[in-house]
C-alpha cells in the first residue's frame, strides 16, 4: 500500500479569513448563529476522509471529530471511518460562554492514509490472531491498569478460552473494515476507527473503536457488561497489536485497577532467533551490567550510534537519578529475570526479554523490553513526566558491551542512547 506522509492541520489562505483574532471577540452569539462548516474533501467525484472544518464566528475554536481535536479557526483533518460521522463545534464567547453545534458529514472513501492505518492494515489487507508466544501463554486475561501492558495476573491459556482460534482482518477496501473470521467460516464484518491522540500517558498509544463486529472473545473477565467494542491501544506495532479496557467494557480517561487484555500477533508469525543476545545478556547463568568509562548517557539524532548532544558520565548520571549512575549495577539471568541494585544497595526486580524480530532497518537490530524494572537511569528527560522507558532499542551488543537506545515521539528526530558494559 502506498504511504502518503500526511501533515494535519495545514493552514491554508483563504479570500474570507475565519475569525481567529482574540483580542476582537467579545459579547455572546447563540448557537443558531454559528457560522462553521465541516465539509469532506471531494477526490475524483468521491467524499474522502480529509474534512476541511471553518469557523468564521467571533467566538474561539474547538472542533472534535473522533479521532482528535483541534482549536483552529480553520484546519484540515482526517478521520478514519466511511459513512455519517458527526462533528462536533464547541466555541467559547468572548463573555466565557460556551455554545455547541454539531455537524453530520457523510466519508465515501478512505482516501487520504492516516498514521498508524498502515499498522493496522499492513500493505492493504492484515489478518491477526490471538499470540501463541506470550510469555505466560496469557494471550487473554487481566493485570493492572497503567501498571501491566499484558495480562499478568490470571488469563485462561493459548487454546482454553473461546473464539481462541478466530482471525481478526482489517483492511482498507473504500473504508476502513474489520472482519472477524470463527473457525466454522462464519464472519462478522464491520468497520473500526482509530484515535492516536487519545493516550494515556506512559500506557496506552490511543483508542480503538470498532462497530458492526469486534474482535474475537471480546468479553470482560469480571463483570462483563456484553461485548466490547472499543478498546486502549496498548501496543501498536507491524509485528504486536495489545488492546485492553477496564472491568465492565470501558475505556476512562484515567483508568484504575484491574484491566482486561487481549494481545495478537499477524497470522504466521514466528519467533526471532535471540538466543545469541540473551546468551551475551546473562553469560549463559547470570551477568551484571553497569556504566562504563567515559560518556555513558545522553541524546542525539534518531538515527545515531550513541550520546552526540547532550551528553554525561557515570558521574554525572546521578546527577539526574541519584544511585544510578556510578557504583549502580544490573544482573541479567538466563531466564528472563532483571534486578537493578543501585548505589546504596536498594534494589528493583522484575522480568526482560528480547525480540530480534522487531527492529528499525539501518539502525536497530532488535528491542530490550522490561517489566516492573527498568535499565539504569531508564527514563526520558523530555517527556512532560519523565516517564520511565520500558522499551529500549538494541542498536549493538556482545559480550562485552551493549548500547541501547528510545524515540520519544513528542519530539521526532531526537533519541536517548545508554551504553553499558559487562563487569
Not at 483533518?77 to 453545534?101: H, M, P, R, W, Y
Not at 496469557?138 to 493492572?144: A, C
Not at 546521578?318 to 534494589?347: C, I, R, V, W
Not at 525480540?355 to 528491542?367: L, P
Request: with cysteine.
Amino acid at each position: 500500500m502506498n504511504k502518503i506522509l500526511v501533515f494535519l492541520g495545514a493552514a491554508l489562505l483563504m479570500a474570507c479569513d475565519p475569525v481567529e483574532n482574540r483580542d476582537e471577540l467579545k459579547g455572546s452569539i447563540t448557537a443558531d448563529q454559528l457560522n462553521v462548516t465541516a465539509t469532506p474533501l471531494v477526490v475524483n467525484g468521491v467524499r474522502s476522509n480529509k474534512i476541511i472544518l471553518e469557523n468564521h464566528s467571533p467566538v474561539l475554536s474547538s472542533w472534535n471529530y473522533g479521532t482528535g481535536t483541534t482549536s483552529k479557526a480553520y484546519d484540515e483533518v482526517l478521520v478514519t471511518a466511511t459513512g455519517d460521522l458527526t462533528i462536533q463545534f464547541t466555541g467559547k464567547n468572548g463573555d466565557g460562554s460556551t455554545i455547541t453545534k454539531d455537524i453530520i458529514v457523510n466519508v465515501e472513501s478512505i482516501v487520504f492514509e492516516v498514521t498508524g492505518m498502515d499498522l493496522f492494515i499492513g500493505d492493504g489487507s492484515k489478518t491477526w490472531v490471538f499470540d501463541a508466544f506470550t510469555d505466560n501463554n496469557h494471550p487473554y486475561g487481566i493485570g493492572g491498569a497503567v501498571n501491566d501492558k499484558s495480562a499478568t495476573w490470571w488469563g485462561p491459556e493459548y487454546g482454553e478460552f473461546d473464539e481462541w482460534d478466530a482471525k481478526l482482518t482489517f483492511s482498507l477496501d473504500g473504508g476502513a473494515i474489520i472482519t472477524k473470521t470463527l473457525a466454522d467460516g462464519t464472519q462478522q464484518k464491520g468497520t473500526f476507527s482509530f484515535n492516536l491522540s487519545k493516550k494515556v500517558s506512559g500506557w496506552s498509544e490511543g483508542i480503538l473503536t470498532l462497530k458492526g463486529a469486534t474482535i474475537p472473545h471480546a468479553v470482560s473477565i469480571n463483570n462483563a457488561a456484553g461485548d466490547a467494542y472499543e478498546f486502549y491501544i496498548i501496543t501498536l506495532a507491524e509485528d504486536q497489536l495489545v488492546l485492553a479496557n477496564v472491568s465492565g467494557n470501558g475505556v476512562p480517561d484515567s483508568p484504575d485497577g484491574e484491566a482486561n487484555f487481549w494481545m495478537f500477533r499477524p497470522e504466521g508469525f514466528t519467533l526471532a532467533d535471540n538466543s545469541e543476545q540473551m546468551a551475551f545478556l546473562s553469560g549463559g547463568s547470570a551477568k551484571t551490567w553497569g556504566w562504563g568509562s567515559g560518556v555513558v548517557f545522553g541524546n542525539g539524532g534518531d538515527t545515531g550510534s550513541g550520546p552526540a548532544w547532550w551528553t554525561m558520565d557515570a558521574a554525572g548520571v546521578n546527577d539526574q537519578k541519584p544511585g544510578e549512575g556510578a557504583g549502580a549495577s544490573m544482573a541479567f539471568t538466563s531466564d528472563g529475570k532483571l534486578t537493578l541494585t543501585l548505589a546504596d544497595g536498594s534494589t528493583v526486580e522484575g522480568t526482560y526479554k528480547v525480540n530480534m524480530g522487531k527492529k528499525i532497518d539501518g539502525w536497530s537490530i532488535g528491542t530490550l523490553t522490561t517489566q516492573d524494572v527498568y535499565l539504569l537511569a531508564g527514563y526520558s528527560p523530555n517527556e512532560p513526566d519523565k516517564s520511565r522507558v520500558y522499551e529500549y532499542h538494541i542498536l549493538s551488543m556482545d559480550d562485552k558491551q551493549m548500547t541501547v537506545a528510545h524515540r520519544w515521539e513528542g519530539e521526532p528526530g531526537v533519541a536517548w542512547y545508554w551504553l553499558f558494559t559487562a563487569q
